[in-house]
């Protein structure tokens, strides 16, 4: 990534801090006042410079509300070993969403490694957006932790049991036993990568 000019570390650093306290993003004009910048085009020509120079990435998110992007959440390389406790150490980066409903609920993302999903249309490469919670409804995608792995794949309640069903006719189904938790709903898609 380009570096940054001493003024535009500052925005940046004034962004994370408001996302990290509230969750959200802050509003341009709440950057245009605490810098006293004289009008909201200054504050635009900052913003963009950071989007452009990739420190303030503006998502396709692709399944979900196409608003402006306001959501702070961490992107997780991989889930650390066995818990879903986002810990610091194990954060990628940072990005702005739109957030789904309800807005208040927790939000991780998670880099798809793998191409079990791909006739969900998620990728290697993606990053899915994930709402954390231990259930899921029948035909949910979900992230599960297997072991120590994280893995997103379609949960199937049927007459036989519970599994987890990819999207790619190479992979098996997996059954949901005591070795197996679900760590939250896929409810967006980030894809930065080209198609």
């Known amino acids: 990534m380009e570096g940054l000019t001493g003024k535009q570390q500052a925005v940046l650093e004034f962004i994370e801090a408001c996302a990290r306290r509230t969750g959200f993003r802050p509003s341009l004009e709440d950057i245009r006042r605490h810098f006293g910048f004289s009008s909201l085009n200054s504050v635009v ?20 509300t196409p608003a402006t992007p306001s959501l702070m959440i961490p992107i997780l390389g991989t889930v650390a070993a066995g818990t879903p ?12 969403v739109t957030p789904p409903t309800p807005a208040t ?12 999903m791909i006739e ?10 994930v709402r954390k919670q ?14 120590d792995e994280a893995t997103v794949k379609k949960l199937h309640r049927g ?14 189904s997996i059954p ?20």
């Open 45 to 64: 020509v900052y913003v963009k410079t950071l989007e452009r120079k990739g420190y303030l990435p503006q998502p396709d998110l692709i399944k979900g």
């Open 85 to 96: 406790i986002l810990a610091d150490e194990n954060i990628e980066k940072w990005v702005f």
């Open 105 to 116: 609920a927790d939000y991780f993302g998670l880099r798809v490694k793998g191409d079990s």
């Open 120 to 129: 969900e249309h998620i990728v290697p490469g993606d990053i899915v957006v």
């Open 134 to 147: 231990q259930t899921a409804d029948n035909g949910d995608i979900v992230v599960a932790l297997l072991g």
């Open 159 to 172: 007459t036989s049991g519970i599994f987890l069903i990819p999207a790619n006719p190479a992979y098996h």
């Open 176 to 195: 949901v036993t005591s070795d197996v938790s679900i760590i939250g709903k896929v409810v967006g898609l980030i894809r930065e990568h080209l198609s």
